[in-house]
Nanobody, 125 residues
Framework: EVQLVESGGGLVQPGGSLRLSCAAS????????MGWFRQAPEKDREGVAA???????EFSASVKGRFTISQDATKQTVFLQMTNLTPEDTAVYFC???????????????????WGQGTQVTVST
């Protein structure tokens, strides 16, 4: 059974940083790209970042330069380091298991096979 468990969310002030983690199990981690999405209230789920099996990364325009995505294959974990956070980054963040090894169509939710339960990130004073 595929499981994706996110952690690391919380409340942070504008300008602050958070590091999200996603622990994966139930599939061959090295064979699939991984992605991070977010969903704010009353908004569509938005692709934030993705990483291919070869380490190629993709970012949305809204987070490029502020967020980084990385992975530790030995721990089957993917990370999202978020810096210089703004209130517009407030959302539930989801980890997703890609359908293949590349980041093709990375920002489309339909390209992913499984999702975590999400972790809340709130950026506020």
């Amino acid at each position: 059974e595929v499981q994706l468990v996110e952690s690391g969310g919380g409340l942070v002030q504008p300008g602050g940083s958070l590091r999200l983690s996603c622990a994966a199990s139930g599939f061959t981690f090295d064979d699939y790209a991984m992605g991070w999405f977010r969903q704010a209230p009353e908004k569509d789920r938005e692709g934030v970042a993705a990483i291919s099996t070869g380490g190629i990364t993709e970012f949305s325009a809204s987070v490029k330069g502020r967020f980084t995505i990385s992975q530790d294959a030995t721990k089957q974990t993917v990370f999202l380091q978020m810096t210089n956070l703004t209130p517009e980054d407030t959302a539930v963040y989801f980890c997703a298991h890609g359908g293949g090894y590349s980041c093709a169509y990375w920002s489309f939710p339909g390209a992913y096979k499984a999702w975590g339960q999400g972790t809340q990130v709130t950026v506020s004073t």
